[in-house]
């Protein structure tokens, strides 16, 4: 026998469970009669189906070639998969089987929901770029008839809801459903009474009895709640991915915290403005290398990541598009309180998640309503995840490109600022042309969206760097006011506090930016490094600095605390090295560009450097 794999990856497995090396096409047709009424097909219906996007002649041509490589392949076997004639050809079931038969296959209402849940979860045939609109059209006509049988075997399991283990199951296979279909209201009702009702569903006072949340105000006075009554609902709604907790340790509280995002993501259902990621779906996400590239292929929008440690169960919910931290919070999970407080948990963080998602919806649907400014502004901000020069410049030219398309994008003119400030520091010039025009660009960015954190923040990095340091200060901490959970704004505020000479509080600040973003950029492990440098904890500044991926901008840094604690071969590597990208920097003009609020800060940073070399 042979087996016939249609979920996940299409292939043709041995008895023994080897993979049979057999012709993509031949695969697909294998599966296209498998799957229909008959288990015979006519040549000329088979040629159409494989190759509709070519001549009728080549066609015929193109399957005669793959028949004949077939016989190749199944040469030596006893009995063939095939049965070819001059104008037909039958698949032979009574040699081949495939993971299809479940959709056939008899049991328990429960044992087949089971079943069909966990097959239908990897995707029918995954793993192949369907070659032709018509094979593209046949496998998503077989992925909604799939979903149909889903559904109707979750109906068909109700009566056994009060089973052992039939609710997680049915709210598995439930959740599957929602997630292909957000608007499937009668699934949507039906996972709530198994889940013993949403702490989101509330009635409103005009009889609606859809589940709503309750979030802040905005200044005219209506909800997004109210907003949705009024408004039609989009046609794709954002996708929210709820990633299962890590933990650095084998905690016996991982199945719990587990089970708390399980609770989530059914609470979270009550929303009908956002689509929610199976929890299958999420566990392949939060174990595969390329969690980016999958999210993005995914076009989800949000994730709430969560970890477990001694501390309880950290969670912050990450606006996609944008990288930024929109909301983060902690929660106890201790042993003795978690068994009987799960529930009260779950809501919590459900009512925070909902709220935030809420009131983060304008946000999307402007970056939304405007994709060629929006993708131009992404290509931008990916470039300026690296501080060289060329990679600045090509970074200034995409955010252009993205106000050529809007010229009122508020993000791009964040981003401009951005590049300005940051060519200023790379070329260590003192070019305040740069800064002024940072500073025109992030005034722009606030007038057109002054409840923006970003625009704030620019504006702030640019104050610093042209001196006035109490105006930074406070345009960050407002910065931090209207975002408190945006680390790129805390990491800019605590180097900010780094040059109003406070490293201690720097410190402490940039601390907390590197937990909400805990594979840090390398711009916070170069603040870290330079708060550390002034609170005179030269190993510490030097750790910092080799833990960057890229330590161009850290050079002399590195180089004067080596120099500070007499390592003197350490100090020659770095100042060599910072010497090499701007061989013309000078200690004295360097120091009188730089902002630092008291003078013992510029003595301090002037001996390191002259000890190094420089």
Same mark, same amino acid.
């Not at 070639?65 to 077939?70: D, E, G, Q, T, V």
């Not at 901490?477 to 959970?485: G, K, T």
């Given at each position: 026998?042979?087996?016939?794999?249609?979920?996940?990856?299409?292939?043709?497995?041995?008895?023994?469970?080897?993979?049979?090396?057999?012709?993509?096409?031949?695969?697909?047709?294998?599966?296209?009669?498998?799957?229909?009424?008959?288990?015979?097909?006519?040549?000329?219906?088979?040629?159409?189906?494989?190759?509709?996007?070519?001549?009728?002649?080549?066609?015929?041509?193109?399957?005669?070639?793959?028949?004949?490589?077939?016989?190749?392949?199944?040469?030596?076997?006893?009995?063939?998969?095939?049965?070819?004639?001059?104008?037909?050809? $039958?698949?032979?079931?009574?040699?081949?089987?495939?993971? *299809?038969?479940?959709?056939?296959?008899?049991?328990?209402?429960?044992?087949? /929901?089971?079943?069909?849940?966990?097959?239908?979860?990897?995707?029918?045939?995954?793993?192949?770029?369907?070659?032709?609109?018509?094979?593209?059209?046949?496998?998503?006509?077989?992925?909604?008839?799939?979903?149909?049988? /889903?559904?109707?075997?979750?109906?068909?399991?109700?009566?056994?809801?009060?089973?052992?283990?039939?609710?997680?199951?049915?709210?598995?296979?439930?959740?599957?459903?929602?997630?292909?279909?957000?608007?499937?209201?009668?699934?949507?009702?039906?996972?709530?009474?198994?889940?013993?009702?949403?702490?989101?569903?509330?009635?409103?006072?005009?009889?609606?009895?859809?589940?709503?949340?309750?979030?802040?105000?905005?200044?005219?006075?209506?909800?997004?709640?109210?907003?949705?009554?009024?408004?039609?609902?989009? *046609?794709? /709604?954002?996708?929210?991915?709820?990633?299962?907790? #890590?933990?650095?340790?084998?905690?016996? =509280?991982?199945?719990?915290?587990?089970?708390?995002?399980?609770?989530?993501?059914?609470?979270?259902?009550? *929303?009908?403005?956002?689509?929610?990621?199976?929890?299958?779906?999420? =566990?392949?996400?939060?174990?595969?290398?390329?969690?980016?590239?999958?999210?993005?292929?995914?076009?989800?929008?949000?994730?709430?990541?969560?970890?477990?440690?001694?501390? =309880?169960?950290?969670?912050?919910?990450?606006?996609?598009?944008?990288?930024?931290?929109?909301?983060?919070?902690?929660?106890?999970?201790?042993?003795?309180?978690?068994?009987?407080?799960?529930?009260?948990?779950?809501?919590?963080?459900?009512?925070?998640?909902?709220?935030?998602?809420?009131?983060?919806?304008?946000?999307?649907?402007?970056?939304?309503?405007?994709?060629?400014?929006?993708?131009?502004?992404?290509?931008?901000?990916?470039?300026?995840?690296?501080?060289?020069?060329?990679?600045?410049?090509?970074? $200034?030219?995409?955010?252009?490109?993205?106000?050529?398309?809007?010229?009122?994008?508020?993000?791009?003119?964040?981003?401009?600022?951005?590049?300005?400030?940051?060519?200023?520091?790379?070329?260590?010039?003192?070019?305040?042309?740069?800064?002024?025009?940072?500073?025109?660009?992030?005034?722009?960015?606030?007038?057109?969206?002054?409840?923006?954190?970003?625009?704030?923040?620019?504006?702030?990095? #640019?104050?610093?760097?042209?001196?006035?340091?109490?105006?930074?200060?406070?345009?960050?901490?407002?910065?931090?006011?209207?975002?408190?959970?945006?680390?790129?704004?805390?990491?800019?505020?605590?180097?900010?506090?780094?040059?109003?000479?406070?490293?201690?509080?720097?410190?402490?600040?940039?601390?907390?930016?590197?937990?909400?973003?805990?594979?840090?950029?390398?711009?916070?492990?170069?603040?870290?490094?330079?708060?550390?440098?002034?609170?005179?904890?030269?190993?510490?500044?030097?750790?910092?600095?080799?833990?960057?991926?890229?330590?161009?901008?850290?050079?002399?840094?590195?180089?004067?605390?080596?120099?500070?604690?007499?390592?003197?071969?350490?100090?020659?590597?770095?100042?060599?090295?910072?010497?090499?990208?701007?061989?013309?920097?000078?200690?004295?003009?360097?120091?009188?560009?730089?902002?630092?609020?008291?003078?013992?800060?510029?003595?301090?940073?002037?001996?390191?450097?002259?000890?190094?070399?420089?």
């Amino acid at each position: 026998m042979l087996h016939l794999q249609t979920f996940g990856d299409l292939r043709l497995i041995e008895t023994n469970g080897d993979p049979v090396r057999y012709p993509i096409k031949g695969l697909l047709m294998m599966a296209h009669i498998y799957a229909g009424a008959s288990q015979e097909l006519s040549r000329y219906e088979l040629a159409q189906f494989l190759w509709n996007d070519v001549e009728a002649d080549l066609a015929r041509l193109n399957l005669r070639k793959l028949l004949s490589r077939i016989r190749e392949t199944d040469g030596g076997r006893a009995e063939m998969p095939f049965d070819f004639t001059a104008t037909t050809v $039958r698949l032979n079931t009574q040699v081949v089987s495939s993971d *299809l038969d479940i959709f056939r296959a008899g049991g328990s209402p429960l044992e087949r /929901l089971n079943a069909i849940a966990e097959l239908t979860q990897r995707g029918f045939i995954g793993n192949i770029k369907p070659a032709t609109k018509l094979i593209d059209a046949w496998i998503r006509a077989q992925r909604d008839a799939q979903a149909l049988q /889903l559904r109707q075997a979750l109906l068909d399991a109700l009566p056994d809801a009060q089973k052992p283990g039939a609710a997680r199951t049915i709210s598995s296979a439930a959740l599957q459903i929602l997630e292909r279909d957000p608007n499937d209201e009668q699934v949507r009702a039906l996972l709530h009474r198994l889940s013993g009702g949403s702490s989101l569903n509330e009635r409103l006072p005009n009889g609606d009895d859809h589940a709503r949340v309750q979030v802040k105000r905005s200044e005219t006075g209506q909800t997004p709640a109210d907003i949705e009554r009024i408004s039609p609902m989009p *046609l794709i /709604l954002p996708r929210l991915v709820l990633l299962p907790p #890590t933990s650095k340790h084998a905690d016996a =509280g991982l199945a719990l915290a587990n089970a708390l995002i399980e609770d989530v993501t059914i609470e979270l259902c009550a *929303l009908r403005n956002i689509s929610i990621v199976a929890p299958h779906t999420a =566990g392949q996400i939060r174990r595969d290398s390329e969690k980016a590239a999958v999210v993005a292929r995914h076009s989800i929008a949000y994730l709430l990541d969560t970890r477990l440690s001694e501390e =309880g169960l950290f969670a912050q919910l990450v606006y996609f598009p944008t990288d930024e931290i929109i909301w983060a919070n902690r929660f106890a999970m201790t042993p003795d309180i978690l068994p009987r407080q799960r529930r009260l948990i779950a809501q919590q963080l459900t009512m925070s998640v909902a709220r935030e998602l809420a009131e983060n919806e304008e946000e999307r649907l402007r970056f939304e309503a405007n994709p060629e400014a929006y993708h131009a502004y992404l290509v931008g901000s990916s470039l300026m995840s690296k501080l060289t020069l060329p990679h600045i410049r090509r970074a $200034r030219k995409a955010f252009k490109q993205s106000l050529s398309h809007k010229a009122d994008f508020s993000p791009s003119f964040t981003g401009l600022a951005r590049t300005f400030t940051s060519e200023w520091l790379v070329t260590a010039q003192g070019n305040n042309e740069l800064l002024h025009l940072a500073e025109q660009n992030a005034l722009r960015a606030i007038e057109r969206d002054p409840a923006s954190a970003a625009g704030h923040r620019e504006l702030g990095v #640019t104050k610093l760097y042209l001196g006035d340091v109490d105006a930074s200060v406070a345009a960050l901490h407002l910065a931090e006011e209207l975002s408190p959970h945006f680390a790129d704004v805390i990491y800019s505020h605590a180097d900010t506090l780094v040059h109003a000479s406070r490293p201690g509080d720097a410190l402490a600040k940039i601390k907390k930016a590197i937990s909400l973003n805990p594979i840090a950029p390398d711009a916070y492990l170069w603040c870290a490094a330079g708060a550390s440098f002034f609170l005179e904890q030269y190993e510490e500044a030097i750790a910092y600095v080799e833990a960057m991926k890229d330590k161009a901008p850290a050079h002399r840094i590195a180089a004067a605390s080596c120099a500070m604690i007499g390592d003197r071969k350490r100090a020659l590597f770095h100042r060599q090295r910072a010497e090499s990208i701007n061989p013309v920097f000078d200690v004295e003009k360097w120091l009188a560009i730089v902002p630092f609020k008291e003078h013992w800060q510029k003595e301090l940073y002037r001996e390191g450097l002259l000890k190094a070399g420089f």
